[in-house]
Nanobody, 121 residues
Framework: QVRLVESGGGLVQAGEALRLSCAAS????????MGWYHQAPGKQRELVAN???????NYADSVKGRFTVSRDNAKNMVYLQMNSLKPEDTAVYYC???????????????WGQGTLVTVSS
């Protein structure tokens, strides 16, 4: 069983920064891609940023230049540094992992439980 646990959400003012962390556990051998999605009230879940095990990154246009995704492959962790936050960044942020190999099984995808980020104007 693969488990993703996020931390670092909270309430900040516009222009401030937050750093989200996500730890993957469960006898993991490798993870191809890790990243972050967000879901605002009444909207669909959308990709924010992801990063492959080789370090290739992908960002939503709305966060380019403000957010940075990184990972520690040895620790099976992914981070999201969010700078210059805007009220429209307010959402629940979900950690995502794809193509996970454990010592016993392979999983296509796993999700964390989500962490709320609220940006006040």
């Amino acid at each position: 069983q693969v488990r993703l646990v996020e931390s670092g959400g909270g309430l900040v003012q516009a222009g401030e920064a937050l750093r989200l962390s996500c730890a993957a556990s469960g006898s993991i051998f490798s993870i191809n891609a890790m990243g972050w999605y967000h879901q605002a009230p009444g909207k669909q879940r959308e990709l924010v940023a992801n990063i492959t095990s080789g370090g290739i990154t992908n960002y939503a246009d709305s966060v380019k230049g403000r957010f940075t995704v990184s990972r520690d492959n040895a620790k099976n962790m992914v981070y999201l540094q969010m700078n210059s936050l805007k009220p429209e960044d307010t959402a629940v942020y979900y950690c995502n992992a794809r193509e996970i190999a454990t010592t016993l099984h392979r999983y296509l995808e796993a999700w964390g439980q989500g962490t709320l980020v609220t940006v006040s104007s």
